[in-house]
């Protein structure tokens, strides 16, 4: 019921940019190659992300807001190999229960878009949209229903750099899908398809670029790629710390602990690292399934982990040749 589904919100939906978390691994989910952000007063207004992904067919759309119904997964098995981002069933029905949720969508089969609109929890009746392909779902009034809540959430200013952190995350994680962020109306971002490197260079900038070095190893099923500041990089207002397994943003203490040691052991560097480094492993060897929120993983040998990203980081940066 409604009160359930706040409540368990409250996890999912701490604030605008964990709404569009959510809504951007969808679209990744659904297979876009493009995907468009518009964000209004921090998003506590209005936040609208645009796919040409697969889309949702008519009979599908009130599923895609139904607690627990997720059509990426079908059995206990598969969560220990999950693919795709989501996996719960649960982000847009909480969404839901906090804004006024709007769902356009167009399926694969379908001769015109169906869109639907939820306020509260409460489902409207599909109707026929416009809408060439792909998805579009919109995000009105963040906590409309739910004022103590709304107290919590910051000038539109902090709650877009918290949005924006979202976007890049998820723009570092796919490089070869294009992105686009707008502010208010005021474009801020505009990330074409693209390599690794490049997609780091478009969202860090040059000064990183310039003075990382860029890293490629892999033994046995472990693979670490991506890019590791020099001390050259004059890290100035913002942290560069992004760290990916299998595709998705991780914030981890072995990890973190693994960097920060190669980069003390080399280059007496004690401040923190700036990197955007991606980890592939066997599905089997990550449990993602630990948190609603995701940034949390479990491995299942954190020490073989810890000296496989110590060893390569500090071999790269003992011998830097960009
Ligand atoms: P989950 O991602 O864990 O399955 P969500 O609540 O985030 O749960 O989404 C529910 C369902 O809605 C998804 O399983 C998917 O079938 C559908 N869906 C949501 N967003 C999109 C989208 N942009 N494109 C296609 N399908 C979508
Ligand atoms: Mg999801």
Redesign the pocket.
Known sequence: DLLVSQIAAGEVVERPASALK??L???V??G?SEIAVHIFQGGTKLVR?S?N????SRD?LP???ARH????IDSLEDLQKVA??????????SIASVSRLR?A?RGAEQKHAWRIEAEGGRLSEPEPAALAK??T?EMHNLYFNTPARRKFLKTDGTEFSHCEEAFRRIALSRPDIAFTLQHNGTARHHLRAADTRRRIAAILGDEFSQTSIFIDEQAADLRLWGSAALPAYSRSSRDAQYFFVNGRFVRDKVIAHALREAYRDVLHLDRHPAFVLFLEMNAGSVDVNVHPTKTEVRFRDPRALHQFIFHTIDKALASPQS
């Open positions: 959510e809504i691994e969808n679209s989910d659904a876009a992300v796919d992904g697969a889309g949702i599908d599923l895609a807001l119904a997720t059509s990426k795709s981002l989501g996996f719960r069933g649960e982000a847009l029905a769902l969508s792909g998805t779902v």
